[in-house]
């Protein structure tokens, strides 16, 4: 998908630029819209955009090679080659409007459409980096069991506090590697939005953090089966399935697997299984 916007935007957001005359006298004014346009093209595809007044004429301010411009009447079309990462152009769009010239910035972005799982797993692994690094939902699903035990009576204060505090995954022996794998996934998609590093790069990168974290994600399965008479009296038996990033909710967890949970493909809802009901709350 990309996004379309009007080439040539609200009369209000003209300002004259300059004057002239043509051949019968009259003035010709330059104006230049303050608001600038942007349109978005996927790699490997072109699209075409309308302007509201007939194109005279496209120059570049900022180019790129894997985007190409042409103009016929109040038409745009744009083709994007193929990307190793996205792109952005800058063009200056003149149009006429009676004996106006106006004259509008385009910026036109090239979506680099078959790197966008590495771009959404690099994105969550930046927004989330301490809450993943924490196992933060396997911490907020054990100490929710551990305190519900502790309601009933199963448990002792101190037991609680026991339990609690040995939930630390820092203490694991691949928290390190993780750690720094997560750092330089995130480290590489800069570069990558910068243009200085390739999509191949990036994957490999993004795998590797994912690679380390389901390491570190055993951990988060070595807690639950400490307490698992506990979790057993109320949910279905946890089964060992990986820590793992589940791109449509952008999130690292175990319980949106297919044997925990379902993922409405179109609506993006979690409906969990039978015997994993009491999640809801937790985790939704």
């Given at each position: 998908?990309?996004r379309?916007?009007?080439v040539?935007?609200?009369?209000t957001?003209?300002?004259?630029?300059?004057g002239?005359g043509?051949?019968d006298?009259?003035?010709?004014k330059t104006?230049?819209?303050?608001q600038?346009?942007e349109?978005a093209?996927e790699?490997?595809?072109?699209?075409t955009f309308?302007?509201r007044?007939e194109?005279?004429d496209i120059?570049p301010?900022d180019s790129?090679?894997?985007?190409?411009l042409?103009?016929?009447?109040?038409?745009?079309k744009i083709?994007?080659k193929e990307?190793e990462?996205p792109?952005?152009a800058?063009?200056n769009?003149?149009?006429t409007?009676?004996n106006?010239?106006l004259?509008?910035?385009?910026?036109?972005?090239?979506?680099?459409?078959?790197?966008r799982?590495a771009?959404?797993?690099?994105?969550?692994?930046?927004?989330?980096k301490d809450?993943?690094?924490?196992?933060?939902?396997d911490?907020?699903v054990y100490?929710f069991?551990?305190?519900?035990?502790?309601?009933?009576?199963?448990?002792?204060s101190?037991?609680?506090?026991?339990?609690?505090s040995?939930?630390d995954?820092?203490?694991?022996p691949n928290?390190?590697?993780?750690?720094?794998?997560?750092?330089s996934?995130?480290e590489?998609?800069h570069?990558?939005?910068?243009?200085e590093?390739?999509?191949?790069?990036?994957?490999?990168?993004?795998?590797?953090a994912?690679?380390?974290l389901?390491?570190l994600g055993?951990?988060?399965?070595?807690q639950?089966d400490?307490?698992?008479p506990?979790?057993?009296?109320y949910i279905?038996?946890?089964?060992e399935?990986s820590?793992?990033?589940?791109?449509?909710?952008r999130?690292?967890t175990?319980?949106f697997?297919?044997a925990?949970?379902?993922?409405?493909?179109?609506?993006?809802?979690?409906t969990f299984?039978?015997?994993?009901?009491?999640l809801n709350p937790?985790?939704?």
């Amino acid at each position: 998908m990309f996004r379309k916007l009007a080439v040539v935007l609200l009369v209000t957001s003209l300002s004259a630029c300059g004057g002239g005359g043509d051949g019968d006298g009259e003035n010709v004014k330059t104006i230049s819209l303050n608001q600038k346009a942007e349109v978005a093209v996927e790699e490997r595809s072109s699209a075409t955009f309308t302007a509201r007044y007939e194109i005279t004429d496209i120059r570049p301010v900022d180019s790129d090679p894997a985007l190409e411009l042409s103009a016929s009447g109040k038409q745009i079309k744009i083709s994007s080659k193929e990307l190793e990462y996205p792109v952005l152009a800058t063009f200056n769009v003149s149009m006429t409007d009676g004996n106006n010239r106006l004259v509008q910035r385009l910026e036109v972005i090239g979506v680099n459409i078959s790197a966008r799982y590495a771009e959404s797993l690099a994105e969550t692994l930046e927004g989330e980096k301490d809450r993943i690094l924490a196992l933060a939902n396997d911490q907020r699903v054990y100490d929710f069991f551990v305190d519900v035990a502790y309601l009933d009576g199963s448990l002792s204060s101190k037991e609680r506090f026991e339990k609690m505090s040995a939930f630390d995954p820092g203490k694991h022996p691949n928290y390190a590697n993780a750690k720094q794998a997560v750092e330089s996934a995130i480290e590489t998609y800069h570069s990558y939005l910068r243009g200085e590093s390739k999509e191949r790069r990036l994957k490999s990168a993004t795998d590797q953090a994912k690679s380390e974290l389901r390491l570190l994600g055993d951990y988060g399965q070595t807690q639950f089966d400490k307490i698992k008479p506990i979790v057993t009296a109320y949910i279905s038996p946890i089964p060992e399935v990986s820590f793992a990033f589940v791109e449509e909710k952008r999130v690292f967890t175990r319980f949106f697997d297919p044997a925990i949970a379902k993922i409405d493909s179109e609506t993006g809802n979690v409906t969990f299984k039978e015997g994993f009901d009491v999640l809801n709350p937790i985790l939704l």
